[in-house]
């Protein structure tokens, strides 16, 4: 009989290619040939679909961003460029207590920020001294890229590179000199670290910096300066064609708009990129509005990857010690990214020793076995399902598949039954707060959306509803279900090939950070003067009340104590609703004792602020004993004269 096929299928010489590509198709023709009386069809894919390195990138779910450069060892978000090489000495550095803390945390992947926006290179590139090489560390022969690596794959991890397109270092910033040693340095991360599994490109780009001594602003056309597609993705494609590459609009995979970790609630897998201003869409220069969310029947398959640094901010900094992520914070995140079809890209954040603290890494473990046992075992697992409708009767698309664990086996209903209902009978009663649905995605992301009901009551009651399925779709409830019976409704405009129905019961974890006992002065010592009546709003404790003023000439905002105190901290908080009005990008702070004589007490520049609007906490130079501040914000992220603040507090 087999060789009677195979007769059959060398008669069909076109069938060929398809036939080695595609199992299933094999065993329907299979099914299909003059032996049998009927044959099973796949459905036919709907809309664009993703790639092989998609599929494996799907399948990931978690991975880490790792900042580590001079600029942890200045305190900042941003290095300027001006960096001594000679700060960058770590004594305790250990690329292994990092990928550990990662591997508790179930993550997959590790990505080496092999170079960010300050320009020191993190291996001992040929295209510029400013690296590894010209430090003390390890007298200048260490390669920490190559750690990260060795690292990485000693603990079973994927590993993967961040090199920053922005260098505000190399005085060739600016010129074509300066994209034809970037291509050079991304063609040495591509050849000689092993498999890469993304090369991430950030869309912070160009501005002021060192630029090898000018201090100057540079600003370059971002939808041409580094011609991404003409010349430097096929870097990437041509040496690691299994890369995902990671920029605002893709190709691969986009970012989802935000530094929070959060895809919106409908959050398709597919997209048209559009261009900011109606311009080609490229890295740095895209309309967002579509990232978060992205397109329903979008041209092209690009997921979000959801990125959220562990702290508030991407680099380590000694004063947010006590604000690392929670085991179960991380895991809201985890329900908002993966669970809403994207990649979960957590920023972990050495201290300038080399390591992790201690608060990181707890935290990672306690994440990782909230994540293993909420997920240990599916309790739909020995359901009795039964659909209204099968694809041709057929076991190959039964009800069964919804619950093998395997991504890519699936139930599936006749072309001509786009609402199929799939009743089950659950084993026993189960107590459930989550809902896991999948569809075989390699047939595309086809469904519109579910509704699940509950048999409550001697009736069927509605329970959750969700759009936006695709590769993985979580649905939290507001409290945990005891149920026996549930109903899934499916709503496509093609045959759904769903490929799981799973429930869970989100595990408890317990965990404490070790504080670190920040002083803030309490608000009610604090006032702000020669000021509008809205303007308690930045001192009222309340971090979602908004104080909007224009700055009336003076371009200050001026506090005063009830009595002088020491002080070594300004906090200043940016508003919270989304907005970018009145956001400065470039602080001054001035004090006083007596409201006459001022002196400077620190500046600098709120770096990422716009796509991170997280707390800025400003160190002043030493303690000081002051009983007035002047607060003067120097540049702003929109445009006018107004300025705004959230919460302005003070620390001892
Ligand atoms: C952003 C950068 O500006 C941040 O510093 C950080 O590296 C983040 C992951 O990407 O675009």
């Given at each position: 009989?087999e060789?009677?096929?195979?007769?059959?299928v060398?008669?069909?010489?076109?069938?060929?290619?398809?036939?080695?590509?595609?199992?299933?198709?094999?065993?329907?023709?299979?099914?299909?040939?003059?032996?049998?009386?009927?044959?099973?069809?796949?459905?036919?894919?709907y809309?664009?679909?993703?790639?092989?390195?998609?599929?494996?990138?799907?399948?990931?779910e978690?991975?880490?961003?790792?900042?580590?450069?001079?600029?942890?060892f200045?305190?900042?978000?941003?290095?300027?460029?001006?960096?001594?090489?000679?700060?960058?000495?770590?004594?305790?550095?250990?690329?292994?207590?990092?990928?550990r803390?990662a591997v508790?945390g179930?993550?997959?992947?590790?990505?080496?920020?092999?170079?960010?926006h300050?320009?020191?290179?993190?291996w001992?590139?040929?295209?510029?001294?400013?690296s590894?090489?010209?430090s003390?560390?390890?007298?200048?022969k260490?390669d920490?890229?190559?750690?990260?690596?060795?690292?990485?794959?000693d603990?079973?991890?994927?590993?993967?590179?961040y090199?920053?397109a922005?260098?505000?270092n190399?005085?060739?910033?600016?010129?074509?000199?300066?994209?034809?040693?970037?291509?050079?340095?991304?063609?040495?991360?591509?050849?000689n670290?092993?498999?890469?599994f993304t090369?991430?490109h950030?869309?912070?780009?160009?501005?002021?910096?060192?630029?090898?001594?000018?201090?100057?602003?540079?600003?370059?056309?971002?939808?041409?300066?580094?011609?991404?597609?003409?010349?430097?993705?096929?870097i990437?494609r041509?040496?690691?064609p299994?890369?995902?590459?990671?920029?605002?609009?893709?190709?691969?995979m986009?970012?989802?708009?935000n530094?929070?970790?959060?895809?919106?609630?409908?959050s398709?897998?597919t997209?048209?990129?559009?261009?900011?201003?109606?311009?080609?869409?490229?890295p740095?220069?895209?309309?967002?509005a579509?990232?978060?969310?992205?397109?329903?029947?979008?041209e092209?398959?690009?997921?979000?990857?959801?990125?959220?640094?562990?702290?508030?901010?991407w680099?380590?900094?000694?004063?947010?010690?006590?604000?690392?992520?929670?085991?179960?914070?991380?895991?809201e995140i985890?329900?908002?990214?993966?669970?809403?079809g994207?990649?979960?890209n957590?920023?972990?954040a050495?201290?300038?020793?080399?390591?992790?603290h201690?608060?990181?890494?707890r935290?990672?473990?306690?994440?990782?076995?909230k994540i293993?046992?909420?997920?240990a075992?599916?309790?739909?697992?020995?359901?009795?399902?039964?659909?209204?409708?099968v694809?041709q009767?057929?076991?190959?698309?039964?009800?069964a598949?919804?619950?093998?664990?395997?991504?890519?086996?699936?139930?599936?209903?006749?072309?001509?039954?786009?609402?199929?209902?799939?009743?089950?009978?659950?084993d026993?009663?189960?107590?459930?707060?989550?809902?896991?649905?999948?569809?075989?995605i390699k047939?595309?992301?086809r469904?519109?959306?579910?509704?699940?009901d509950?048999?409550?009551?001697?009736?069927?009651?509605?329970?959750?509803?969700?759009?936006s399925?695709?590769?993985?779709?979580l649905?939290?409830?507001?409290?945990?279900?005891?149920?026996?019976?549930?109903?899934?409704?499916?709503?496509?405009?093609?045959?759904?090939?769903?490929?799981?129905?799973a429930?869970f019961?989100?595990?408890?974890s317990?965990?404490?950070?070790?504080?670190?006992?920040?002083?803030?002065?309490?608000?009610?010592?604090?006032?702000?003067?020669?000021?509008d009546?809205?303007?308690?709003?930045?001192l009222?404790?309340?971090?979602?009340?908004?104080?909007?003023?224009?700055?009336?000439?003076?371009?200050?905002?001026?506090?005063?104590?009830?009595?002088?105190?020491?002080?070594?901290?300004?906090?200043?908080w940016?508003?919270?609703?989304?907005?970018?009005?009145?956001v400065?990008?470039?602080?001054?702070?001035?004090?006083?004792?007596d409201?006459k004589e001022w002196?400077?007490?620190?500046?600098?520049?709120?770096?990422?602020?716009k796509?991170?609007?997280t707390?800025q906490v400003?160190?002043?130079?030493?303690?000081?004993?002051?009983?007035f501040i002047?607060?003067?914000?120097?540049?702003?992220?929109?445009?006018?004269?107004?300025?705004?603040?959230?919460?302005?507090?003070?620390?001892?």
């Amino acid at each position: 009989m087999e060789f009677a096929l195979l007769l059959w299928v060398n008669s069909v010489s076109s069938a060929l290619n398809f036939l080695i590509m595609n199992r299933k198709t094999l065993l329907s023709l299979f099914l299909f040939s003059p032996f049998f009386s009927f044959g099973q069809t796949e459905p036919e894919p709907y809309g664009a679909l993703p790639s092989e390195r998609q599929l494996r990138w799907h399948e990931m779910e978690l991975y880490t961003l790792i900042h580590y450069t001079p600029t942890t060892f200045q305190d900042k978000e941003w290095g300027y460029g001006d960096a001594a090489p000679e700060i960058f000495n770590p004594d305790r550095f250990d690329a292994n207590q990092i990928a550990r803390a990662a591997v508790a945390g179930g993550f997959r992947g590790l990505i080496s920020v092999a170079k960010h926006h300050d320009g020191f290179c993190l291996w001992p590139t040929q295209t510029t001294d400013y690296s590894v090489k010209s430090s003390p560390w390890k007298d200048g022969k260490g390669d920490m890229v190559r750690e990260f690596m060795q690292a990485s794959h000693d603990h079973g991890l994927a590993f993967g590179v961040y090199l920053s397109a922005w260098d505000r270092n190399d005085t060739r910033y600016g010129t074509e000199d300066y994209t034809e040693a970037y291509r050079e340095q991304l063609t040495e991360l591509m050849s000689n670290y092993g498999p890469i599994f993304t090369s991430w490109h950030d869309g912070a780009n160009g501005g002021d910096g060192y630029y090898g001594g000018r201090n100057e602003k540079r600003v370059i056309d971002q939808t041409t300066y580094y011609e991404w597609e003409e010349k430097t993705w096929p870097i990437v494609r041509r040496l690691q064609p299994m890369a995902m590459i990671f920029s605002d609009v893709g190709p691969d995979m986009r970012w989802v708009g935000n530094e929070k970790g959060m895809a919106a609630e409908t959050s398709w897998s597919t997209l048209t990129p559009k261009g900011k201003d109606g311009g080609p869409p490229t890295p740095g220069s895209v309309d967002n509005a579509n990232l978060p969310t992205g397109d329903r029947n979008g041209e092209f398959w690009i997921p979000a990857e959801c990125d959220v640094p562990q702290r508030p901010g991407w680099f380590y900094h000694e004063n947010q010690n006590d604000q690392v992520k929670t085991p179960d914070e991380l895991f809201e995140i985890y329900i908002n990214s993966v669970g809403r079809g994207g990649g979960m890209n957590l920023g972990l954040a050495p201290m300038p020793e080399g390591i992790l603290h201690d608060n990181d890494v707890r935290s990672l473990e306690g994440f990782g076995k909230k994540i293993k046992e909420t997920f240990a075992a599916n309790l739909a697992q020995g359901a009795v399902a039964t659909a209204n409708n099968v694809r041709q009767d057929h076991a190959l698309f039964s009800e069964a598949n919804l619950f093998d664990a395997d991504r890519y086996s699936y139930y599936a209903s006749d072309d001509h039954v786009l609402n199929p209902v799939i009743e089950m009978e659950l084993d026993g009663v189960q107590e459930f707060d989550l809902i896991r649905l999948r569809e075989n995605i390699k047939l595309g992301q086809r469904l519109d959306s579910v509704r699940i009901d509950v048999w409550k009551e001697e009736r069927w009651q509605p329970l959750a509803r969700a759009t936006s399925i695709g590769a993985n779709r979580l649905i939290k409830l507001d409290a945990p279900v005891r149920a026996s019976k549930l109903r899934v409704a499916l709503f496509a405009p093609v045959a759904p090939t769903l490929s799981e129905f799973a429930l869970f019961k989100e595990a408890s974890s317990e965990f404490q950070l070790t504080k670190s006992g920040r002083q803030i002065v309490d608000p009610k010592q604090l006032s702000i003067i020669h000021a509008d009546q809205q303007a308690k709003r930045a001192l009222d404790g309340d971090k979602q009340t908004v104080w909007e003023t224009r700055l009336a000439g003076t371009g200050y905002v001026e506090m005063k104590l009830d009595v002088a105190q020491q002080i070594s901290r300004v906090h200043y908080w940016p508003r919270q609703d989304g907005k970018i009005t009145g956001v400065p990008t470039r602080y001054e702070i001035q004090g006083s004792l007596d409201g006459k004589e001022w002196r400077s007490l620190a500046a600098g520049e709120f770096s990422n602020i716009k796509a991170n609007a997280t707390e800025q906490v400003i160190e002043l130079s030493q303690r000081e004993n002051v009983q007035f501040i002047r607060f003067f914000p120097k540049a702003f992220l929109g445009e006018g004269d107004v300025f705004s603040v959230a919460e302005f507090e003070l620390s001892k």
